[in-house]
């Protein structure tokens, strides 16, 4: 491609395309991207940059895997999609029996569909199926404080009210409950003076609670944050006591990242509700599952209605199934918690001294996630010129430098990522 024909399509990117959370008219500057392989993504200038982002948690392997592109072949020259009504396949009954044998003990009904939040919506629906023709007050969601959920209405209900989208959207959000984030991190002493807000919150208003919804261990977008097992176990204890099912959104947190198969496995608990997205296809292709367990299932199934209220055109296409399939082995057969804990290591190592830096308030790490806090804002523009300067691929928000690599980085290129994290931090990136 000549440079002319280049600078014409971003030219057209720039006055045509919305990115996320851009502006049409002063839109941030983008880079165009070639392909990709292993951790790097090659710009069309052919600089490689290693990717410290695994697109948003998804691309667990790293890109351009030769098993998974077999998997998508073969199934494409089968059958791309077809619809999900009335019809089934094998793609989808070998995931969602995968899905089944993976998650916690006791999640058996799968709901696929396109997207995280889509799933969180279903969640959302299940909940309130679930009850309405038991309790059909119990119609709304309790939720903690720095939680993302997605971006449709109902999942950007049960957002951070503060930091999520609420006030741009008043009125028509559905008002729900929120209580305090936890405030016990990962690793500190417990207190169960830390269930005291939800207790409580429970106590008053559990007749109009359908499911308390949250991340399980790891809030990402909401602020990164990593807390103590024992408050989802103890959460999960208290929705059993006020009635209250329990949807863990392991969105970003399924599929290995934060050192157990599933976050849940942190508090060892299942929930009644689990929505999966992201890495479930090893990034490769948009899909979503939402699991449940068989009482929630037919007792929904049993309702008045009969049935699950939704059916998006996608369900269960085949050839996000056949790749999720292809990733679920791929990472089944390596020894993935190994992989994730020596990554840990890593990033523990280059890291957690940063919290000494004058710029940064907190270092933290679990599984394969770094997180670096910083004192003031973050300007991106700048920030992700330097990064692609220096050969990475890193994308701040606010005030959080943060890194969830593909689970294949070797020590090199990780090394790299802390290095170039440690270097910006006394560079011109912050917001004036
Ligand atoms: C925890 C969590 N839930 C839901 C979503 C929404 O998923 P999607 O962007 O696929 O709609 C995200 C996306 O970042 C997420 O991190």
New binding site residues.
């Given amino acids: 491609m000549t440079q002319k024909t280049n600078s014409d399509l971003m030219k057209f990117d720039q006055q045509h395309i919305w990115h996320p959370y851009t502006s049409m008219t002063k839109p941030l500057p983008c880079y165009h991207v070639d392909s990709a392989d292993g951790v790097y993504l090659t710009l069309n200038d052919g600089t490689q940059l290693i990717d410290g982002m695994s697109s ?2 998804a691309s667990i392997h790293g890109y351009n895997v030769p098993s998974l592109n077999q998997a998508m072949q073969a199934q494409a020259s089968k059958m791309s999609h077809v619809m999900f009504g009335g019809i089934t396949h094998e793609p989808a009954i070998n995931l969602c029996k995968k899905l089944v044998d993976i998650t916690p003990d006791g999640l058996e009904c799968v709901f696929l569909s396109d ?6 919506e279903v969640s959302m629906k299940m909940a309130i199926q679930y009850w309405h023709h038991q309790q059909p007050s119990k119609k709304k969601f309790i939720t903690i404080r720095n ?6 209405f109902g ?1 950007m209900s049960v957002c951070d009210p503060d930091n999520g989208m609420h006030e741009l959207f008043t009125g028509f959000l559905a008002p729900q409950f929120f209580i305090d984030a936890p405030s016990i991190k990962f690793n500190e002493q417990w207190q169960q003076s830390a269930m005291d807000d939800l207790e409580q919150t429970l106590e008053d208003n559990h007749q109009q609670i359908a499911a308390l919804m949250l ?1 399980p261990i790891v809030q ?2 909401g602020g990164m944050k990593f807390y103590h097992p024992e408050f989802l176990r103890q959460a999960k204890l208290l929705c059993e006591r006020y009635d209250v099912l329990l949807i863990a ?5 399924g599929f290995g990242r934060t050192g157990k198969l599933f976050a849940c496995e942190h508090a060892e608990i299942t929930p009644d509700i689990m ?1 999966l ?2 890495g479930i296809t090893g990034g490769y292709m ?1 899909l ?1 599952a939402t699991l449940t367990t068989r009482h929630v299932a037919e007792t929904i199934s049993n309702g008045p209605s009969g049935v699950l209220m939704h059916g998006p055109t996608f369900m269960g296409n085949p050839l996000a199934c056949a790749v999720a399939n292809a990733s679920i082995d791929l990472l089944m057969a390596t020894d993935w918690q190994t992989r994730v804990q020596h990554i840990e290591q890593q990033l523990q190592h280059g890291l957690l001294s940063l919290a000494d830096h004058e710029q940064v308030t907190d270092a933290r790490v679990l599984g394969s996630i770094g997180v670096i806090e910083t004192k003031q804002s973050i300007d991106l523009a700048k920030a992700q010129v330097l990064f692609v300067e220096l050969g990475v691929w890193i994308r701040p928000f606010g005030k959080l430098l943060y890194i969830m690599p593909p689970y294949i980085i070797s020590d090199a290129e990780l090394a790299t990522l802390c290095n170039v994290i440690k270097q910006v931090l006394s560079a011109d990136i912050w917001y004036q």
């Fill in positions: 948003w948690w997207s995280g939040s889509v799933s969180v939680g993302y959920h997605g971006d449709t999942a991340e990402g977008a959104d392991e969105i970003a947190t929505c997205g992201k948009t979503a």
